[in-house]
């Protein structure tokens, strides 16, 4: 029968068995997935692990420092983290279609993930080789990646069907047949904190599928503060629990005509686009209290420069997915 206990226990042997006395790495994002798809790999083969923090200025505000403290303080795991930043932009200049971004970030995670291999075994040259790669892959994600099972393909999940093709590593991917909420549950029962485990989803692209356009450094800018913003203010309110998340995007190819103060604006709207779900397999737009709405609107039109408005997609899924690409 299904219990945390169990999925644990199964995972933990399999890791064993498929790694051996080798080594492997774990690209951490921030989110539910890698955390405990880490803590998992951890418990099986414990320092021959080291998880890799690739900062591909796609974050969100305070990310990288949440990484940094609370998932080692909460594993002692060993953790690389890797200024990417410069790396992202260039290979994105000039990439507006959705597709080609997640495949771009999928690829310069891989590409990343090989340097911090080769680093790794330069630091500890005489020990095993680093032939595994821990990806955080849920079930929705192998389904909607068409990952195998004959699905339709809607979009290639970075961690799935975003890989490069010559891809050096072995994967090794614990949860593949978990849906959201029982990660959550084997987090928890691992000893993870609520503050990772009860986290709302994030994307591995992270911000660079949330700019409609091109993904320039003002427009991350700009979207990461817009985001902070819509974050605070749904805390604030009590309704982090009650929302599945809440993408929020920026039209970078749209401009509208506003006024502010007492000139026009031509400026960028922004999506908040609030969901309810189970699963991610689907989803309703959430019926958010009037009153937040305005103060995040208010808020980002009044402190995001650039940006004269905020619009609330009323769209469930299907038809539109979460995501906006
Ligand atoms: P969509 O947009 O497909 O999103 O309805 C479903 C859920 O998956 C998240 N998502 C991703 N997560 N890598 C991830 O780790 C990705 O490439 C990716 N794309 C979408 C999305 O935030 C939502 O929770």
Redesign the pocket.
Known sequence: SWTTGNVIDEQVAAIQAQVGTKRAICGL?G?V?SAVAAALVQKAIGSQLTCVYVDHGLMRKGETEQVEKDFVAATGVQLKVVDAQERFLAALAGVSDPEEK?KII?REFIRVFEQAQAEIVAEAPGDQPVEFLVQ?TLY??VV?SGGGTGTAN???????G?LPEDLEFQLIEPLRKLF?DEVRMVGQELGLPDEIVQRQ?????GLG?RIVGEVTRDRLDLLREADAIAREELTAAGLDRDI??C?VVLLADVRSVGVQGDGRTYGHPIVLRPVS?ED??T?DWSRLPYEVLARISTRITNEVADVNRVVLDVTS?PP?????E
Not at 201 to 205: E, I, W
Not at 320 to 324: A, H, K, N, R, S
């Open positions: 994002s989110g997935d997640r999928g955080g929705p994600d909607e809607i979009k290639s999940h970075h961690n799935v975003g959201k989803p994030f994307p591995g692209p599928i599945w998340q993408p779900s991610a397999m989803a899924k539109g997915t979460i995501e906006w």
